[in-house]
Antibody, heavy 119, light 108 residues
């Protein structure tokens, strides 16, 4: 059964760079899009961006200037970097899989990583 | 930017039908997706492309869309269906991918 396992630093200071990685276990890496989504405490979900297996990325316009999503197909992993973080970036960050035959749906999600930005 | 609007809360008794709406200007041209999120857990896809149900999702979950409104219907809601539900879609140019604000479903 396909699983997404994610990890990264959970506590950052303002202006630092958030860095998270998501590994895909048991399943194909190609033929899907791979996304990052976040959820501030007590609030709703926000799509951050996605990358496909060839490395082509698409980002939420509101975060585009600070975000990079990349892929390492040799390891079946994809990563998120978010620059110049502030307290507003405090959230649970999820990685998720997007099957090509399901539109823009996310059918498999990682377990989530809580990232806190505090001085 | 683009926005999807959901009611903050919906409440039904067990066995009743729950309907959660999602409104957005681009919905006549784009698909709606629905996610269920229970407390402390990652979201789960329950409906994609307006009305398709992923494998493993109970038949009591269904979706529809008409004009600028999409609807998630839970027929015969059960206590275990209590959760936050989020709609998701794109604007007509696929420049914005957004979630609705979420609806808290109470079944009691």
């Amino acid at each position: 059964q396909v699983q997404l396992q994610q990890w990264g630093a959970g506590l950052l200071k303002p202006s630092e760079t958030l860095s998270l990685t998501c590994a895909v276990y048991v399943g194909s890496f190609s033929g899907y899009s791979w996304s990052w989504i976040r959820q501030p405490p007590g609030k709703g979900l926000e799509w951050i961006g996605e990358v496909n297996h060839s490395g082509s990325a698409d980002y939420n316009p509101s975060l585009k200037s600070r975000v990079t999503i990349s892929v390492d197909t040799s390891k079946n992993q994809f990563s998120l970097k978010l620059n110049s973080v502030t307290a507003a970036d405090t959230a649970v960050y999820y990685c998720a899989r997007g099957p090509q035959d399901m539109g823009v749906a996310f059918d498999i999600w990682g377990q989530g990583t809580m990232v806190t930005v505090s001085s | 930017s683009y926005e999807l609007t959901q009611p903050p809360s919906v409440s039904v008794s067990p066995g009743q039908t729950a309907r959660i709406t999602c409104s957005g200007d681009a919905l006549p041209k784009t698909y709606a997706y629905w996610y269920q999120q229970k407390s402390g857990q990652a979201p789960v896809l329950v409906i994609y492309e307006d009305n398709k149900r992923p494998s493993g999702i109970p038949e009591r979950f269904s979706g529809s869309s008409s004009g600028t409104m999409a609807t998630l219907t839970i027929s015969g809601a059960q206590v275990e269906d209590e959760a936050d539900y989020y709609c998701y879609s794109t604007d007509s140019s696929d420049n914005y991918r957004v979630f609705g604000g979420g609806t808290k479903l109470t079944v009691l």
